[in-house]
């Protein structure tokens, strides 16, 4: 049986599409208070719609910079104000870039780690005082790039790794203050995000985003491309009871095409 989180209150970076509102969808109809954090204040406010149009309770959604200080600082505020309780925070923001190493810019390669990194660093600094208190859950999506480099995917590869090697740091912290903190590598995932990545990696191989999708399937045998609620259905049994003993792993949710043992 799925356990309920009622009365939880689970905090979901970029929760406005994608994986990331695959998550929050999935822990809201489960009972849980969402707050989905996210730079564009109208696709939170149609996340929030579709979120409530199931029943579920209405998520909060703060909108700001996530790359910046000041929008990780504006999401704590507006949790503590609002409910002075977090039991799960989900970092799911983040864009990193495919592109040919020796052309793209050093934009890129700053903005990719601002968004996925810097910004789960800075809210897993400011929610650990509560999510110490509710003996919590952290719970970060990286990416099959942390395992596998590709040429391609340099600036994406780098920050997930760093995502990885973050997160089990954080887990050792979590194993003194009772905090679970888990990755999960989502592989090929129907997103928009996904489909930016095929453009991306067609304009720097110079095969069409079509080919550069059939390729890739074929590289990794994949009978299909993983769906944002594969690594929903994760996420909400890791926030669960029935994990506590997992703590400190990364697991892939990507149909076996991770190519290495680990």
């Known amino acids: 049986m799925t356990q309920r989180f009622d009365g939880k209150v689970v905090v979901v970076s970029g929760g406005s599409r994608g994986i990331g509102f695959a998550i929050a969808e999935a822990f809201a109809n489960l009972g849980a208070q969402t707050v989905l954090a996210a730079a564009s204040p109208e696709r939170l406010a149609d996340a929030e719609r579709r979120i409530a149009a199931t029943g579920a309770l209405p998520p909060l959604g703060v909108a700001g910079d996530l790359r910046t200080i000041a929008g990780c600082q504006a999401v704590f505020t507006a949790v503590e104000a609002r409910f ?4 799960v925070l989900v970092n799911s923001a983040g864009a990193t870039r495919a592109g040919d190493f020796l052309t ?6 700053e903005d990719g780690f601002a ?10 600094r400011l929610f650990w005082p509560l999510l110490v208190t509710a003996q919590g859950v952290v719970i970060n999506i990286i990416g099959g790039a942390a395992r596998t480099p590709d040429p391609n995917f340099m600036v994406g590869g780098s ?19 009772g905090v679970n903190v888990n990755a999960i590598l989502p592989g090929l995932t129907e997103t928009d995000r996904v489909r930016q990545l095929f453009a991306q990696r ?13 390729a890739q399937i074929a590289k990794e045998g994949l009978r299909r491309i993983g ?3 594969d690594v929903a259905a994760l996420s909400v049994f890791l926030a669960g009871d029935a994990a506590r003993h997992i703590q400190g792993t ?3 949710v990507d149909g076996g095409g991770t190519p290495g043992v680990y």
């Open 84 to 87: 002075g309780r977090c039991d």
């Open 104 to 109: 793209q810019p050093d934009e890129q390669w």
């Open 115 to 124: 968004l996925k990194l810097y910004s789960a660093v800075r809210l897993c």
């Open 159 to 177: 920050v997930n790794a760093a995502m990885a090697n973050f997160s089990k740091g954080l887990s050792g912290l979590g194993k003194r203050d």
């Open 202 to 214: 067609a304009a720097a191989s110079g095969m069409t985003a079509d080919e550069v999708r059939a």
């Open 227 to 229: 769906q944002p609620e």
């Open 250 to 252: 990364a697991i892939a």
